[in-house]
Nanobody, 115 residues
Framework: QVQLVESGGGLVQPGGSLRLSCAAS????????MGWYRQAPGKERELVAH????????NYAESVKGRFTISRDNAKNTVYLQMNSLKPEDTAVYYC????????WGQGTQVAVSS
């Protein structure tokens, strides 16, 4: 079973940047398509971006396209989310998981965008 630990969240002003990391356990990580998801207060969890095992294909939600970049380092068992030009509506708890998502979720990392 893959365990996932997200980090890198924080409070940032609109227009700022953050880089999220997700460290995964186990040797199977490199075979999985991975995704970043987020859940804003009062809303359902949504897919933000996903990346195939070889990094050949990346897809983004329309709301973050051109601002966020997903990447991974299979040697480090880590997937990243670079977030630029952050907006208040990006405020949420961010999670990583396989794509499609497995039932078990990590604790997530809180991102707050506010002046």
């Amino acid at each position: 079973q893959v365990q996932l630990v997200e980090s890198g969240g924080g409070l940032v002003q609109p227009g700022g940047s953050l880089r999220l990391s997700c460290a995964a356990s186990g040797s199977a990580f490199r075979f999985y398509t991975m995704g970043w998801y987020r859940q804003a207060p009062g809303k359902e969890r949504e897919l933000v971006a996903h990346i195939t095992s070889s990094s050949a294909t990346k897809n983004y939600a329309e709301s973050v396209k051109g601002r966020f970049t997903i990447s991974r380092d299979n040697a480090k068992n880590t997937v990243y989310l670079q977030m630029n030009s952050l907006k208040p509506e990006d405020t949420a708890v961010y999670y990583c998981n396989m794509y499609p998502a497995f039932p078990s979720w990590g604790q997530g990392t809180q991102v707050a965008v506010s002046s």
